[in-house]
């Protein structure tokens, strides 16, 4: 293994792709004493976002798990921040890209995980005919809903680099090619309308791509088998895998073990010209730990019976606020359901206040210059401002809402 191998095409100045990199949509306040690079100042612009700190109370795999032991999305995308920083700092890559672009790549994550997505794409596919996917969830939520106070006090969208928003964008798709390289051109990121439908533009966001799927493969096993959901026989179907890639021990088939073996062999098989790539036995590794966690972990029996549970959540708190819309007096009507549904219609009410084209109080009028999403006049707008709502929430607090409207 070469250190440093990739210095030549990181993301740096004078790189052919650096200003398009550090490009925002809008000019963002920078302080005149600010130590920090472009991507770090986005890192800590994430970092200090509600939407990261929401990840702790969502789904990884296993559903509102009470177990402090088990993975949820926020312990993924810092194991995902790690891996990445590991093998771009060893390869020569930009570290500061790779963490801002992890932490930031489960934003629009729904609650209950991938089931609440798939909830959600059917509702908004149904009523609107666009579709919802959690990486162009995430890039509207860093584009669009997430906001910070700037230092005057005022609310603000995150405004991040092109080279950040694209990586999330970007980050998601199954790695079954020998290798993947950045794509030249740069283009309007909302063009991409499907998962893997390009690669990222970076080398940094091709990390991050790759240790999204290292991280979850070996966590995923550990907390399955906390959780005692594996059998004897799937057990004994871990140690044949372990003994077909390397005579590893089923005690020993954990995600530091898998983290550090996937990292060594990647770093030993990438260059330039190849691409980032991993060398076919591992590559194989990864396919058959993939297929080992669908037909035994993510298509188990408790987790097909809290799908259900999930399901009924987020519809049932989908068609109560659909039965409140009335136009621009949709702020009002809520209002008519405080006392019934108090905890839903202050947090939703405060969502439409700040994105919808409602007046403002005067006072209000400066503190939110924040894109405005909808426009109460149009129901399908309406019907994305629910959808966002719904995908921003926590399996807790979701699972609070739905207690409030069901409980007399």
Not at 193 to 213: R, Y
Request: proline share 2%; glycine share 4%; aromatic share 12%.
């Amino acid at each position: 293994m070469e250190r440093g191998l990739f210095r030549s095409v990181s993301t740096r100045e004078g790189n052919s792709k650096w200003e398009q990199s550090i490009r925002r949509v809008k000019p963002i306040y920078k302080k005149t004493d600010d130590i920090r690079s472009e991507f770090a100042r986005d890192y800590t612009r994430i970092l200090h976002s509600t939407a990261y700190r929401r990840l702790k109370h969502k789904t990884q795999v296993f559903f509102a798990t009470r177990n402090d032991h088990i993975c949820t999305r926020i312990e993924h995308v810092n194991h995902v921040a790690s891996v990445s920083y590991t093998i771009a700092n060893y390869l020569g890559l930009n570290t500061e890209l790779t963490n801002a672009i992890a932490i930031g790549h489960d934003l629009g994550h729904a609650p209950f995980g991938h089931a609440g997505e798939e909830f959600l794409r059917e509702i908004i596919l149904k009523e609107t005919g666009k579709t919802f996917w959690h990486e162009q969830n995430s890039l509207r939520f860093v584009d669009q809903c997430e906001t910070l106070p700037d230092s005057e006090g005022v609310e603000r969208n995150l405004n991040l680099t092109y080279a950040v928003r694209d990586g999330i964008v970007c980050h998601c798709g199954e790695v079954d090619e020998t290798s993947i390289s950045p794509r030249s051109e740069a283009f309007d990121l909302y063009s991409v309308k499907e998962s893997n439908q390009c690669a990222p533009f970076t080398w940094e966001g091709c990390v991050v791509k790759i240790a999204d799927k290292i991280s979850y493969l070996g966590r995923d096993i550990e907390d399955a088998r906390i959780l005692k959901v594996l059998t004897i026989s799937e057990m004994k179907e871990l140690i044949r895998i372990g003994r077909k890639f390397g005579n590893i021990r089923v005690d020993e088939i954990n995600n530091t073990l898998l983290m550090h073996n996937f990292i060594i062999d990647l770093c030993s098989n990438s260059s330039p010209e190849k691409g980032i790539a991993f060398s076919s036995n591992y590559l194989e590794l990864i396919d058959t730990l993939k297929q080992f966690n669908y037909d035994y972990i993510y298509k188990h029996e408790r987790l097909t019976n809290y799908k259900r549970y999930a399901a009924l959540i987020v519809e049932s708190i989908y068609h109560t606020l659909l039965n409140v819309y009335k136009g621009q007096e949709t702020l009002s009507e809520l209002k008519r359901y405080h006392e019934t549904y108090p905890v839903l219609i202050q947090t939703f009410y405060s969502w439409l206040y700040k994105y919808s084209n409602t007046k403002r109080k005067v006072s209000d009028m400066n503190k939110y210059q924040n894109d405005t999403l909808y426009n109460l006049d149009d129901k399908k707008e309406y019907i994305q401002a629910i959808v966002d709502y719904i995908s921003g929430m926590t399996d807790s607090f979701a699972i609070r809402i739905f207690q409030e409207i069901t409980t007399f």
